[in-house]
């Protein structure tokens, strides 16, 4: 079944069906209300270091969360979760490794190619916001572990679509958490 899979997209058997959704959850969590509240593409945001650092720390805390939950979790963008974690956490090492995997990818496919949340702001559309960020909010919670960047990304996603703010990069570049 996997080979069969494989011919359409990348497929993996595995036995750790929750990490790997955890994982999958903790990188669409740092691109796609990034995307929709500032109206960049995936180019774009990589390039910014204040967005691309935002990003780490979303990750971070989703990955910490995921963890406290019990979950073993995967590679994500090709990077050990300890070392976004950390990243989003301020350690200079990890950060550096985060960033240059970040940067290494800059340039390839579409410069325009935009998460799809980002997509769905574009046209107009309802986002799924409360379903990514929303969601690590409330796991957080009832982990006891404070996801205070994707709380504040839910607020700002909320009111760009709303219309109350229009999408703009400072939203975040401008962001100031502690």
């Given at each position: 079944m996997c080979r069969l899979v494989s011919?359409?997209?990348?497929?993996?058997?595995?036995?750790?069906?929750?990490?790997e959704r955890w994982s999958k959850l903790?990188?669409?969590?740092?691109?796609?209300?990034?995307?929709?509240?500032?109206?960049?593409?995936?180019?774009?945001?990589?390039?910014?270091?204040?967005?691309?650092?935002?990003?780490?720390?979303?990750?971070?805390?989703?990955?910490?969360?995921g963890?406290?939950?019990?979950?073993?979790?995967?590679?994500?963008?090709?990077?050990?979760?300890?070392?976004?974690?950390r990243a989003g956490e301020g350690d200079v090492?990890?950060?550096?490794?985060?960033?240059?995997?970040r940067l290494s990818r800059v340039g390839r496919g579409s410069p325009d190619q935009r998460p799809?949340?980002?997509?769905?702001?574009?046209?107009?559309?309802r986002t799924e916001i409360e379903y990514l960020n929303g969601f690590v909010v409330r796991e957080g919670e009832q982990a006891?572990?404070?996801?205070?960047?994707?709380?504040?990304?839910?607020d700002i996603v909320k009111k760009v679509e709303r219309g109350e703010l229009k999408q703009d990069p400072r939203h975040i570049t401008e962001l100031r958490l502690n």
């Open positions: 011919y359409a997209d990348s497929a993996k058997v595995t036995d750790n069906l929750w990490g903790v990188a669409n969590t740092m691109a796609n209300g990034v995307s929709a509240c500032t109206g960049l593409p995936g180019s774009q945001i990589a390039q910014n270091e204040a967005i691309r650092h935002f990003q780490a720390r979303l990750g971070s805390e989703a990955i910490r969360i963890q406290a939950r019990g979950y073993k979790l995967e590679e994500i963008d090709h990077l050990p979760p300890e070392t976004i974690a090492a990890a950060l550096r490794a985060y960033d240059e995997r799809s949340m980002g997509q769905d702001m574009a046209k107009g559309r006891g572990i404070q996801a205070r960047a994707n709380e504040r990304l839910v």
